[in-house]
């Protein structure tokens, strides 16, 4: 019996190999090999980013995101589940975005974070900070796209809203609607139905401004496929709701006798290459912060005190050549003799 499970679970190993469907975020399966079964991982265009706010463009054009359907999201029970990458929410197609260049229908939410006492775990970071978590709400194109299937496999096919996630001193009761039910879905492939609640909650207040950029699914297969939208304004959760995300779940499933906790899913920030961020709002000399601003003052003054110095001297050691010059001619023109005669002195 306990063979044949062995069996089972060594065949389809190898089955989810074969299709290129096993990948984590550490080891031979690691985030650095995913490109060799899916090729879209080592394109240009991919996601997370580290988003440099010195090199990011305003386009005041770019309008607040609008969610409907967001807060009253029907009847219909909302699915948890973990599918042994993360915990994932299914929404219903009565959840949609206006604000994007067209109209992106909700598919699912997930989680990205860390390991207990670390910083890290957001995928997205901001001039090199991570976060603690992030959470990403999927859409598709539903005005070009019959279904999720098939805009995943075209250009214009996704949207994710990217909210980062940092620590506060008091819950964030919306966040409980999906923590709390964690420990009914510990394992792999284990799903629980939620009843529906305000999605709307979860975002952060200021929904105008944001980072948008052009990039990819951050797990395999990695399409390149989503515009992103990354909120300015984090989201807090409390401490010991964060442990909860952090320590309540294992990717492995109920039967494995070695139990992997399931922490740390976060894929590494990638290139921008050509790319350009863009941003809803100025981000201009605000990106600086006052220790930044304090160090460029003193040092263009510094560095002008420097070039009027080194003029300063510079002029005053050529006057003083030429004085010396002027001298030296008088001097030897009027006493040649006296010179020469100190000179052969012994
Ligand atoms: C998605 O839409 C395509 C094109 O209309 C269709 O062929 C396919 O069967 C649909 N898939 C699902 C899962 O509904
Ligand atoms: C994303 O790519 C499309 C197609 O190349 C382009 O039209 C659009 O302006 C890009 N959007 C951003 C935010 O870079």
Known sequence: MLLTLILLQGFSHALAANHGSHWTYKGPHGQVHWSDDHLDCGGQAQSPIDIQTKSVRHNPALPPIEPQGYRSPGDGAFTLLNNGHTVEMSLPPSMFLRGLPQTYVAVQLHFHWGSRGQASGSEHQVNGETFPAELHIVHYNSESYANVSEAKQRVDGLAVLGILIEVGNVANPAYDNILDRLKNIQYAGQKISIPPFDVHELLPGQ????????????????????????????????????????????????????????????????LLNQRVVFSSFPVGPSAYSAGEIVAIVFGTLFGCLSIFLTVHFVVKRIRMKRIREQKDVVFKSSSRRAVSGNSHRP
């Open 207 to 270: 929904l105008g401004h944001y980072f948008r950029y052009n990039g990819s699914l951050t797990t395999p297969p990695c399409s390149q496929n989503v515009l992103w939208t990354v909120f300015r304004q984090r989201v807090r959760i409390s401490a010991s709701q964060l442990e909860r995300l952090q320590g309540g779940l294992y990717s492995t499933k109920v039967a494995n006798s070695l139990p992997v906790p399931l922490v740390d899913n976060y894929r590494a920030p990638q």
